[in-house]
């Protein structure tokens, strides 16, 4: 089980171009959280999205950003013409089927990748 | 709105002591609470999950405890060594329709050789 796969580890744009950065959730794993993480700052959800479907895109910014995780294939973030405020650790988390009737140990454990970091320069 | 808490920002103790770190949550209808470890640049290692109708769990030289009612966890270290230099990230799952996750913003722990 190669757990949350997220590609590229770092990327560098330049202002003005666009960002895409992927997420292959776990084997077996339906859901899909994006966060950003700014310098010195804690973890903000940005959205989340179960198989094409956005469930929730409330921490999300209305322009530029937007979110996919289609039938196939990975989860995307992409970002349009990035800014400098841009420049943050991308993590992707994933986690089984929720609202499970029965809870056990290790249940819906949410599990993250390594994180993509973008630099806007 | 969920907000979740964690106190102290910022941690230094001595090898060998025994700490605890604190996260508040401000609504108690959770569904789960989770500790993570984040090493400098690095992802997130999940340490202890405890389901909303647990009290407590234990890894090791870990425990993390839950108060929903009054809307707290604490996570145990015992016997801190170098190695468990990290940000300690506290994440709280809410109830209902479908599952959104809020984390504190960590507290930063060094423990001095």
């Known amino acids: 089980n190669a757990g949350v796969m997220q590609n590229p580890r770092h990327l560098v744009r330049r202002r003005g171009q666009e960002a895409r950065l992927r997420c292959s959730p776990m084997?077996?794993?339906?859901?899909v959280y994006w966060y950003r993480q700014l310098p010195e700052e804690g973890l903000k959800f940005m959205v989340y999205?179960?198989?094409?479907?956005?469930?929730?895109e409330s921490g999300m910014p209305k322009e530029r950003f937007s979110a996919e995780f289609p039938k196939e294939g990975p989860s995307i973030l992409r970002i349009q013409q990035v800014v400098r405020g841009d420049s943050a650790a991308y993590f992707c988390?994933?986690?089984?089927?929720?609202?499970?009737?029965?809870?056990?140990?290790?249940?819906?454990?949410?599990?993250f990748g390594a994180g993509s970091r973008l630099t806007v320069l | 709105k969920q907000e979740v808490t964690q106190i102290p920002a910022a941690l230094s103790v001595p090898e060998g002591e025994n700490l605890v770190l604190n996260c508040s949550f401000t609504?108690?209808?959770?569904?789960?609470l989770q500790w993570f470890r984040q090493d400098p640049g690095k992802g997130l290692t999940s340490l202890l999950l405890i389901q909303s109708s647990q009290r407590e769990q234990t890894s090791g030289r870990l425990n993390a405890s839950l108060d929903k009612s009054s809307g707290r966890s604490t996570l145990y270290i015992a016997a801190s060594q170098p190695g468990d230099s990290a940000t300690y990230l506290c994440a709280v799952r809410v109830v209902g329709g479908y599952q959104k996750v809020t984390f504190g913003i960590g507290t930063k722990l060094q423990v001095i050789p």
């Open positions: 988390a994933s986690s089984p089927a929720g609202l499970a009737t029965q809870l056990s140990s290790g249940a819906n454990v949410l599990t």
């Open positions: 084997k077996g794993h339906s859901h």
């Open positions: 999205l179960q198989k094409e479907n956005i469930i929730d």
């Open positions: 609504d108690s209808a959770i569904y789960n």
